[in-house]
């Protein structure tokens, strides 16, 4: 008996070990660029990861080898909302593979979110390029960035 509750504490030990390696980090791959006036917050998650009803409600379809870009602007000054803004991206892997982001604008309370769906061809390191070009500005932004995704 006593054999058999170290395996099981060994093998529960493991598959933590191996579920926090899987995790991305930086808070399930979300990150902020500063532009200034606004801050740019983005994320990019296997669409697996994400609840059933949350992807059902965007129109999202769950799968190991499809990946999901959302990118939402917040204006420091005023009431820090989410604003609307141009966004573009393209997602490359290490191949140099590259290949655009589809975005659609979400909307919830006058708070803008966009959201992409990208295939993953594999896994590894995806190297992400998108510009933002907040209200009122001149340019575009060009926030830059990779993750990691293991695909079954």
Known sequence: MRIAHKVSVALIAIALMLFLLLVPRHGRGQSTQDLGDY???YSAISTQQLPADAAAQYGIQ????????NVAVQAKRGDTAMVRANISATVSDLTGYAQPVRFH????SNSFDYLGEFPLNGSGSYLFTVNVTPPGAVHAYVVRFNRD???D
């Not at 769950?62 to 870009?69: E, F």
């Not at 604008?105 to 919830?108: H, K, P, R, V």
């Open 39 to 41: 801050v740019v917050h």
């Open 105 to 108: 604008e979400t909307s919830e």
């Open 149 to 151: 995704y293991v695909v």
């Open 62 to 69: 769950r799968a190991d080898n499809r990946g999901l870009l």
